[in-house]
Nanobody
Framework: QVQLVESGGGLAQAGGSLRLSCAASGRPSVTYAMGWFRQAPGKEREFVATINWSADRIMYADSVKGRFTISRGNAKNTVYLQMNAVKPEDTAVYYC?????????????????WGKGTLVTVSS
């Protein structure tokens, strides 16, 4: 059984930075893509960013493009989200996702595992 554990959430001021981490335990036996989604209070979960196994296929939501950077650790089982120039509208619970194969669809379909989420709060 694979488990995803997020860390790094917290409080930041607008314009500041945060770095989220997500570690996959249980050693999935095949290659997989990883991604980040978020859910703000009263809103549906939305796509943030995704990265494939070889880290040569990266996608971002328009709302975070140019501010957030997704990356994978050398061991491949960790994914990071560097959040710069954060805005109050980035406030949400951020969820890590893992999907076997080479992509994580922005729709979130076919996700094999979800993390429990980490709260990010951005104050104005």
């Amino acid at each position: 059984q694979v488990q995803l554990v997020e860390s790094g959430g917290g409080l930041a001021q607008a314009g500041g930075s945060l770095r989220l981490s997500c570690a996959a335990s249980g050693r999935p036996s095949v290659t997989y893509a990883m991604g980040w989604f978020r859910q703000a209070p009263g809103k549906e979960r939305e796509f943030v960013a995704t990265i494939n196994w070889s880290a040569d296929r990266i996608m971002y939501a328009d709302s975070v493009k140019g501010r957030f950077t997704i990356s994978r650790g050398n061991a491949k089982n960790t994914v990071y989200l560097q959040m710069n120039a954060v805005k109050p509208e980035d406030t949400a619970v951020y969820y890590c996702a893992l999907r076997y194969g080479d992509t994580v669809p922005s729709s979130g379909s076919g996700i094999n595992y979800w993390g429990k989420g980490t709260l990010v709060t951005v104050s104005s």
